[in-house]
Structure formats: structure tokens, C-alpha cells
């Protein structure tokens, strides 16, 4: 699996590198600034992608620009974002163009080796990989518009963690609830929010997330 990574600070870089290829993928190009990040993704069309948010030249978002400009060109490259900080406005763009193959880490949140490993494999493969976090910003950053206002605490609760990428069984062991019980949020979920309901979990994600974005 061919990876471009995307990171400015050299050792980190270096780290995520050897990380990859000790777990069987091939960093075909290693850069440190948005510019260069560009190029490689454009030039070398990875299996995915893993960037930072600030980079380079000005140190603002350059990475996350990098990566939408790369999937306007390649529609669907695949991009796990991993970075200290949650980039609302662009990184709303990404997780809402509706092509899917997207995720937003925290660098500060990936606890060990699998969780991360685990999450460039489901990003590569079409799916999501989110924080918990990073979608605890952007539902409360929509949280006051109608319709997502008329949402319940325990909605809400239940699409943060559909958004997490979780199926119906696994929001309920999280919650200690029964299925039955999640499928009716669920179900209420999107009647509210006038999205049609899915069993598949990407497009689940997708359109949640593509709903927080208009």
C-alpha cells in the first residue's frame, strides 16, 4: 500500500515513516511542506495520504489545502489528516465532498501503534477513521441550526459516534444499550435531519457529515 506523508517537523516524519514501512506499506515520498505535498499526491496518486493541518510556508492550513486541492484532481484520494488541531471550515470542505476515503486524528489522541495503523488501512479502504473529538467540534459548531437543534442529548450522543465511523452494535456497547434501542435514534436521526437511512456505515458518516456542512 503506497502512502505520501505530509508532516514538517522532521523527526515526526521520520517516525511515521519507519511506523509505516515496519507495518508493510510503502512511504513513496516524504515531505514538509504544502507545496511539495501537493506535488508528491498529484504525482504519485498514494493508496492515501496522511498530512498535517499547518505547514509551511505560513504555517496556518497549508496541509489541509493541499490535500482538497489534490482531491479536486483526483476525486477520492483517500487523506487520514493527522495534526494537533481541528480546522473547521476546510475540514468540513473534506469530510463533506461526498467521495468518502477521509479521516481527522489528533496526534495527541493516537494512544499506540494499531489504532493508527488501523486507521490509514480504513481510510485507504473507502471508510472514515474520526476522532471523537473532531466531531464534537463540528456538531457543536452546527449544534444551534434547525433542524440539528431538535436533536436529543442522547441523538446527538448517537450521531457523534456514527460519525466516529461505529455501527449500530457497536454505538450500543459503547453506550450499554440495546441495538433495538440505537436503531430507533437512528431511525430518528434521520427523520429529522430528512437524510435517508443506510446500512452502510460510510454512507452514514458521509451524509451526517455532509448535512453539518451545509
Known amino acids: ?63 489541509l489545502r493541499a490535500a482538497l486541492a489534490a482531491r479536486k484532481q483526483v476525486p477520492g484520494m483517500p487523506v487520514l489528516v493527522l495534526s494537533q488541531y481541528v480546522e473547521q471550515l476546510y475540514a468540513r ?47 457543536v459548531h452546527g449544534s444551534s441550526r434547525e433542524p440539528l437543534g431538535t436533536l436529543t442529548p442522547r441523538e446527538l450522543e448517537v450521531l457523534g459516534l456514527m460519525a466516529e465511523g461505529r455501527s449500530n452494535a457497536a454505538i450500543a456497547a459503547k453506550l450499554v444499550v ?5 436503531a430507533k435514534h437512528t431511525s430518528n436521526i434521520f427523520a429529522k435531519l430528512d437524510l435517508p437511512p443506510s446500512d452502510d456505515d460510510n454512507r452514514r458518516v458521509l451524509a451526517v457529515l455532509a448535512y453539518l456542512n451545509r
Open 1 to 63: 500500500m503506497r502512502v505520501v506523508l505530509g508532516e514538517d517537523l522532521y523527526l515526526l516524519r521520520e517516525g511515521l515513516a519507519r511506523l509505516l514501512s515496519a507495518h508493510d506499506f510503502e512511504v513513496v515520498a516524504a515531505v514538509g511542506d504544502g507545496p511539495a505535498l501537493l506535488d508528491a499526491m498529484l504525482e504519485h496518486r498514494p493508496d492515501v495520504a496522511v498530512v498535517d493541518v499547518r505547514m509551511p510556508p505560513t504555517f496556518t492550513d497549508e496541509g
Open 93 to 139: 470542505e473534506l469530510l463533506a465532498d461526498g467521495k468518502g476515503a477521509v479521516g481527522y486524528l489528533l496526534k495527541d489522541r493516537v494512544f499506540d501503534a494499531v489504532q493508527f495503523v488501523d486507521a490509514v488501512r480504513r481510510v485507504s479502504g473507502g471508510g472514515t477513521a474520526m476522532d471523537p473529538e473532531v466531531i464534537a467540534k463540528l456538531l
Open 178 to 182: 440495546t441495538e433495538r434501542a440505537v
